[in-house]
């Protein structure tokens, strides 16, 4: 066999040609560096203790229990040793891990609403260690956003970007404290814009390949710039740990809520008043559509403000305020950020034409009225909101009662067994349903040894979901 002999001089040129090449490539990848130094002093961890009753019936329970649905997962770290007796009806103390960062020097701290849910005290770590008790100011669960205040001045702020900027493609970097580890540095790429999760109809997630993690939740992404551009909030995961994809909360949303939360301790959004579905290709044929997109009102509330902007059953809503509603999740993000009060110009197609039609935004029923009505303890045991459902829609469903759910909570047993706004709930542990005040009484009787069934239907068409209460 022949061996082919190089000159040495062609050894050296193909050495030049490769390092050449390897250094182009280390140039088109994003240095880090510079932006963590001066981004890290602003990024804060939160921890959080609360009593909660604890029982020995299996379940879901996160990265803390024996078992993790693949589900979009809210996610922040839990300490929680087991009792000695296995856990049977005792009050513990659950200390959790999340992070956050400083949006004024005077001392102002946002992070997500899930990571100091139901806390009896909130601490928080600044990076030079100083640990300082935070009060909170609101939070909203609809958009999964807190804010906080602690008594601190001169403190390094986070300069805020802009989402709407953002491009898929783009890199981006997250820094939080994943399992309590502080200031860990992240990054990946943005992967999708304007995803809406089954649960949270009124984000436009950013879906990114940042690794996130239990302890993340509530920290800062930044773009290649060093300003935050969203709030990592959720991933989604079959083993209760990263798998390549997670969501963020876009800045421009969570500033808009905080401004709120400041000024009012709460927010107001815009109601519209209806019950909605998709429109499928067959439906979209029927109304003499030529795109499957946009809202259907199956529904209305008499006394809301669609019904009294003059809004029917059967109604297509395709654009908000010029806007394209590309499909029905879109309607509540798109009514949900107007001002109650203010006059929305929506594009209908009723009777296959396109008409044009001004409604006069209501606010959002007051979670305190909401609970009121639909009682307190389906509020505080299953995690929902309800209201009664109207004769017409009972009519098109085919079904004598049955409640609409209005509003789920973050991590309650309603969320975690896959309950949606807007679905109606027509039995509980095969007991029908027909108002509000049936459900509180069924909840109230129903036992915490056992996985419920409960019918619903979504979108037309019944199915079954079981949950197991706390």
């Given at each position: 066999?022949?061996?082919?002999?190089?000159?040495?001089?062609?050894?050296?040129?193909?050495?030049?040609?490769?390092?050449?090449?390897?250094?182009?490539?280390?140039?088109?990848?994003?240095?880090?560096?510079?932006?963590?130094?001066?981004?890290?002093?602003?990024?804060?961890?939160?921890?959080?203790?609360?009593?909660?009753?604890?029982?020995?019936?299996?379940?879901?329970?996160?990265?803390?229990?024996?078992?993790?649905?693949?589900?979009?997962?809210?996610?922040?770290?839990?300490?929680?040793?087991?009792?000695?007796?296995?856990?049977?009806?005792?009050?513990?103390?659950?200390?959790?891990?999340?992070?956050?960062?400083?949006?004024?020097?005077?001392?102002?701290?946002?992070?997500?609403?899930?990571?100091?849910?139901?806390?009896?005290?909130?601490?928080?770590?600044?990076?030079?260690?100083?640990?300082?008790?935070?009060?909170?100011?609101?939070?909203?669960?609809?958009?999964?956003?807190?804010?906080?205040?602690?008594?601190?001045?001169?403190?390094?702020?986070?300069?805020?970007?802009?989402?709407?900027?953002?491009?898929?493609?783009?890199?981006?970097?997250?820094?939080?404290?994943?399992?309590?580890?502080?200031?860990?540095?992240?990054?990946?790429?943005?992967?999708?814009?304007?995803?809406?999760?089954?649960?949270?109809?009124?984000?436009?997630?950013?879906?990114?390949?940042?690794?996130?993690?239990?302890?993340?939740?509530?920290?800062?992404?930044?773009?290649?710039?060093?300003?935050?551009?969203?709030?990592?909030?959720?991933?989604?995961?079959?083993?209760?740990?990263?798998?390549?994809?997670?969501?963020?909360?876009?800045?421009?949303?969570?500033?808009?809520?905080?401004?709120?939360?400041?000024?009012?301790?709460?927010?107001?959004?815009?109601?519209?008043?209806?019950?909605?579905?998709?429109?499928?290709?067959?439906?979209?044929?029927?109304?003499?559509?030529?795109?499957?997109?946009?809202?259907?009102?199956?529904?209305?509330?008499?006394?809301?403000?669609?019904?009294?902007?003059?809004?029917?059953?059967?109604?297509?809503?395709?654009?908000?305020?010029?806007?394209?509603?590309?499909?029905?999740?879109?309607?509540?993000?798109?009514?949900?950020?107007?001002?109650?009060?203010?006059?929305?110009a929506l594009t209908l197609i009723r009777d296959g034409e396109e008409?044009?039609?001004?409604?006069?935004?209501?606010?959002?029923?007051?979670?305190?009225?909401?609970?009121?009505?639909?009682?307190?303890?389906?509020?505080?045991?299953?995690?929902?909101?309800?209201?009664?459902?109207?004769?017409?829609?009972?009519?098109?469903?085919?079904?004598?009662?049955?409640?609409?759910?209005?509003?789920?909570?973050?991590?309650?047993?309603?969320?975690?067994?896959?309950?949606?706004?807007?679905?109606?709930?027509?039995?509980?542990?095969?007991?029908?349903?027909?108002?509000?005040?049936?459900?509180?009484?069924?909840?109230?009787?129903?036992?915490?040894?056992?996985?419920?069934?409960?019918?619903?239907?979504?979108?037309?068409?019944?199915?079954?979901?079981?949950?197991?209460?706390?």
């Open positions: 066999m022949k061996r082919l002999i190089l000159p040495s001089t062609l050894w050296v040129c193909m050495v030049a040609l490769l390092t050449v090449g390897q250094a182009a490539n280390a140039q088109s990848l994003p240095d880090f560096t510079e932006l963590v130094e001066a981004a890290a002093p602003g990024v804060v961890n939160i921890s959080t203790s609360r009593t909660i009753q604890r029982s020995n019936a299996p379940g879901s329970e996160g990265l803390g229990g024996q078992e993790v649905p693949e589900i979009f997962r809210h996610f922040f770290g839990d300490n929680l040793p087991s009792p000695p007796d296995g856990g049977q009806g005792r009050s513990e103390e659950r200390q959790s891990l999340g992070s956050g960062f400083v949006i004024s020097d005077d001392g102002y701290v946002m992070t997500n609403a899930h990571v100091v849910q139901d806390a009896d005290e909130i601490l928080v770590r600044l990076n030079d260690r100083r640990e300082l008790n935070a009060e909170l100011i609101g939070s909203d669960p609809q958009t999964d956003v807190a804010l906080l205040k602690i008594d601190a001045n001169d403190l390094p702020t986070l300069s805020m970007g802009d989402s709407d900027e953002l491009k898929v493609g783009e890199w981006v970097a997250a820094i939080g404290s994943p399992f309590g580890f502080d200031h860990s540095v992240t990054a990946g790429i943005v992967s999708a814009i304007n995803r809406t999760l089954p649960s949270d109809a009124y984000v436009p997630f950013i879906q990114t390949d940042v690794a996130i993690n239990p302890g993340n939740s509530g920290g800062p992404l930044f773009n290649l710039t060093g300003e935050v551009v969203g709030i990592n909030s959720q991933i989604f995961t079959r083993s209760g740990g990263f798998m390549g994809v997670s969501f963020a909360i876009p800045i421009n949303v969570a500033m808009d809520v905080v401004d709120q939360l400041r000024e009012n301790g709460r927010v107001d959004r815009g109601w519209l008043g209806v019950m909605i579905q998709p429109v499928s290709r067959d439906l979209a044929e029927s109304f003499g559509m030529e795109n499957a997109i946009g809202a259907l009102i199956a529904d209305l509330d008499p006394e809301g403000p669609a019904a009294q902007g003059g809004l029917q059953a059967g109604d297509v809503i395709i654009q908000v305020n010029g806007e394209e509603v590309e499909r029905s999740s879109s309607l509540p993000r798109l009514i949900g950020r107007g001002e109650p009060g203010s006059e929305i008409i044009s039609q001004s409604v006069e935004l209501g606010s959002w029923p007051d979670m305190e009225e909401q609970s009121d009505q639909a009682g307190s303890n389906n509020q505080v045991r299953l995690g929902v909101t309800v209201a009664e459902v109207g004769e017409e829609a009972r009519e098109q469903l085919s079904i004598p009662g049955g409640v609409e759910v209005r509003q789920v909570e973050p991590d309650s047993v309603a969320a975690d067994a896959g309950i949606r706004p807007g679905d109606v709930l027509v039995s509980v542990d095969h007991r029908s349903v027909s108002s509000s005040d049936e459900l509180m009484k069924i909840v109230e009787e129903l036992p915490s040894d056992r996985a419920i069934p409960i019918r619903l239907f979504r979108e037309g068409r019944s199915l079954f979901v079981a949950l197991r209460l706390e």
